[in-house]
Structures are given as C-alpha cells and as structure tokens.
C-alpha cells in the first residue's frame, strides 16, 4: 500500500499476437508484427496501471523512478554487441520487476502485477516505454 489503496487494472490484448504460457526473454512487440497495435494497447495499459506511481508519459515526479531513463545506459553503447546485450538485462529486469514487484525492508515499493497483467500486457507496457526514452 506504499502508493495508496489502488486496484489494478486488467488490460484487453485480445487484438495482440498471443505470446502462450512460457514468458518471452525479450519483447517481442518492440518491432514487427503487433507493434502499433502493442503500442496503442501499452500507453492504455501504463495510464491505467503505472501512471499514478511512475508519472504521466513516464515522466516521474520524483517519488518513483523515471522509466524514460530505464535503459538509458545501453542507448549510448557504441558496441552493437555490448548494445543488444544491456538491452536484454534491461528486458529481464523490467520483466521481473513487473511481475514480482519491489520490497525493500518489508516496505512495498511497487506491487507485483504478475497473475493481474498477463505477458501480453506487460510486453505493451514495455513497447509503449521504448517510445519515451530520453535521447
């Protein structure tokens, strides 16, 4: 209850490609098929779920952090290797974060959203958050 008593949302991806039960290790709505409507679905998805702790268009008051900057560091790697590579860790943890939630000290500081939003959900949020990364 670190940000108040508020009910999650559940997200319609219904108009996605669905993804199955095995969670995907990176997104598989970043390009290609599915994009836009990932997109379109995704900023829904973070107003609905996210907005209220990580700030309108993931622009964070302060409280949270400030997901434009999640993968910051890996946008100025000039090795496309080492690029792909912090992209991926950046993916697992934004998945594990979403799913299982923060704690620190018993204290929540994000709740989990696993069992709420399924994968589909989650990949659109992400899509959505690649669109706002500071350059």
Not at 75 to 91: I, N, R, S, V
């Amino acid at each position: 209850m670190a940000h108040g008593d508020v009910v999650p949302q559940s997200v319609d991806t219904h108009t996605l490609p669905q993804l199955g039960s095995e969670w995907r290790e990176s997104n598989p709505y970043s390009t290609g098929d599915g994009h836009k409507e990932a997109l379109r679905i995704g900023t829904s998805a973070y107003n609905q779920n996210c907005a209220r702790c990580h700030g309108l268009e993931a622009i964070s008051g302060g409280i949270s952090p400030d997901l434009r900057k999640l993968d910051a560091d890996c946008m100025g790697l000039a090795d496309a290797t080492k690029k792909q590579a912090c992209f991926k860790e950046m993916d697992d943890y934004f998945l594990s974060t979403v799913r299982r939630g923060r704690a620190r000290d018993g204290r929540v500081y994000m709740p989990p959203f696993e069992g709420i939003l399924t994968q589909e959900a989650i990949w659109s949020i992400k899509t959505y958050l690649e669109t706002r990364r500071e350059p």
